[in-house]
C-alpha cells in the first residue's frame, strides 16, 4: 500500500497557526498540534486496517480533511470514530503532559458532536445512509442535528450572559452552524451507493 502524496496546506491553516502563536503561550500551541496530528495519525491508522488507502490531506483553518479510497459497510464510521476516540487515549497522560491531555479531551468532544462534517457527523450519516433508505437517512440525521446545533446555541447563551463567559461561546457556536450550513456531503461508502 503507497503512502499518500498530496497534502496541502491551506493558506487559513498558517493564519490561524499565527494567530494562536499571538495571543497562546507556545507550550499551548505545541499541545494543540500536537494533540491534532495524533488526532488524524488515528484516523490514518484505522483506514490503512481496514484496507484502504488516504488519497489526500488537507490541513485548513477548519482542521484537517482527508479523502480516502471508497469504504465499505462499517469500515468509514470506524474510521471517522478513530481520530476523536483514539486521541482519548491521551487523556491518562494528563499526570505528566496536563496541556496535551486537555486539549486530546476538548478536541475529542468536539469532533464526536453528531454534527457534520465533523467526525461524530460523518459517522451518524454513513451509519444511516447504510440502514436507512437516503430520504430517510438525511431527515434523521437533520433532525440530529438541529438538535445538538440547538443545545449548543443555548448552552453558548447561558454561557454568555448566565457564567460572564462573553460573546465566545455564541461566537463558537455560530461558527459551527455556518460550517454545518456549508457542508453537506453524503459519505464516501461504497456497499451503500454513496459517494
Same mark, same amino acid.
Given at each position: 500500500?503507497?503512502? =499518500?502524496? +498530496?497534502?496541502?496546506?491551506?493558506?487559513?491553516?498558517? =493564519?490561524? !497557526?499565527?494567530?494562536?502563536?499571538?495571543?497562546?503561550?507556545?507550550?499551548?500551541?505545541? $499541545?494543540?498540534?500536537? *494533540?491534532?496530528?495524533?488526532?488524524? !495519525?488515528?484516523?490514518?491508522?484505522?483506514? /490503512?486496517? &481496514?484496507?484502504?488507502?488516504? !488519497?489526500?490531506?488537507?490541513?485548513?483553518?477548519?482542521?484537517?480533511?482527508?479523502?480516502?479510497?471508497?469504504?465499505?459497510?462499517?469500515?468509514?464510521?470506524?474510521? *471517522? !470514530?478513530?481520530?476523536?476516540?483514539?486521541? #482519548?487515549?491521551?487523556?491518562?497522560?494528563? /499526570? =505528566?503532559?496536563?496541556? %496535551? *491531555?486537555?486539549?486530546?479531551?476538548?478536541?475529542?468532544?468536539?469532533? #464526536?458532536? @453528531?454534527?457534520? @462534517?465533523? +467526525?461524530?457527523?460523518? $459517522?451518524?450519516?454513513?451509519?444511516?445512509?447504510?440502514? #436507512?433508505?437516503? $430520504?430517510? $437517512?438525511?431527515? =434523521? &440525521? /437533520?433532525?440530529?442535528?438541529?438538535? &445538538?446545533?440547538?443545545?449548543?446555541?443555548? %448552552?453558548?447563551?447561558?454561557?454568555?450572559? /448566565?457564567?460572564?463567559?462573553?460573546?465566545?461561546?455564541?461566537?463558537?457556536?455560530?461558527?459551527?452552524?455556518?460550517?454545518?450550513?456549508?457542508?453537506?456531503? *453524503?459519505?464516501?461508502?461504497?456497499?451503500?451507493?454513496?459517494?
Amino acid at each position: 500500500m503507497r503512502a =499518500f502524496k +498530496d497534502v496541502e496546506l491551506m493558506p487559513g491553516a498558517l =493564519f490561524l !497557526l499565527a494567530g494562536m502563536v499571538l495571543v497562546l503561550p507556545l507550550k499551548w500551541v505545541a $499541545a494543540i498540534l500536537m *494533540a491534532g496530528a495524533f488526532h488524524e !495519525l488515528c484516523h490514518i491508522a484505522a483506514v /490503512r486496517l &481496514c484496507g484502504g488507502e488516504v !488519497l489526500s490531506l488537507q490541513l485548513g483553518c477548519h482542521g484537517a480533511k482527508m479523502v480516502t479510497s471508497p469504504l465499505t459497510g462499517w469500515e468509514e464510521p470506524l474510521c *471517522a !470514530l478513530a481520530g476523536p476516540l483514539g486521541a #482519548l487515549v491521551l487523556l491518562p497522560l494528563a /499526570r =505528566f503532559f496536563p496541556r %496535551l *491531555a486537555l486539549c486530546a479531551g476538548l478536541q475529542s468532544f468536539y469532533n #464526536l458532536l @453528531p454534527v457534520y @462534517p465533523l +467526525d461524530g457527523g460523518r $459517522a451518524l450519516r454513513c451509519a444511516s445512509w447504510h440502514y #436507512l433508505p437516503p $430520504a430517510t $437517512a438525511q431527515r =434523521f &440525521c /437533520r433532525l440530529v442535528e438541529t438538535g &445538538c446545533l440547538t443545545g449548543l446555541t443555548a %448552552l453558548g447563551l447561558l454561557g454568555t450572559f /448566565r457564567l460572564g463567559l462573553g460573546l465566545f461561546p455564541v461566537l463558537a457556536a455560530g461558527a459551527l452552524v455556518i460550517r454545518v450550513g456549508r457542508e453537506n456531503n *453524503a459519505c464516501n461508502v461504497a456497499a451503500a451507493g454513496v459517494k
